[in-house]
């Protein structure tokens, strides 16, 4: 990154696609097949996505899909 990017200072968000918890969990689960029973909870909602906007207008960084 110092190398492409010499001016680029501070902090900034990465992120994937983006992805619940529920989705996330039950990919994990797939993944390393863990066999676990993941039940979807959906009476409380919060959005805590990370926003990597800055850091890819900056850089060109393109957002890497799921599996």
């Not at 190398?3 to 900034?12: A, C, H």
């Given at each position: ?14 992120a ?9 969990l ?17 009476d409380y909602?919060?959005?805590?996505s ?12 393109k ?5």
């Amino acid at each position: 990154m110092l190398e492409n990017f010499p001016r680029l200072s501070g902090l900034y968000q990465l992120a994937s696609q983006k992805i619940n918890k529920y989705e996330l969990l039950k990919l994990i689960n797939r993944v390393y097949g863990c066999q676990v029973e993941i039940k979807q909870k959906s009476d409380y909602l919060v959005d805590k996505s990370l926003n990597c906007e800055l850091y890819s207008k900056l850089t060109g960084f393109k957002k890497p899909e799921w599996l």
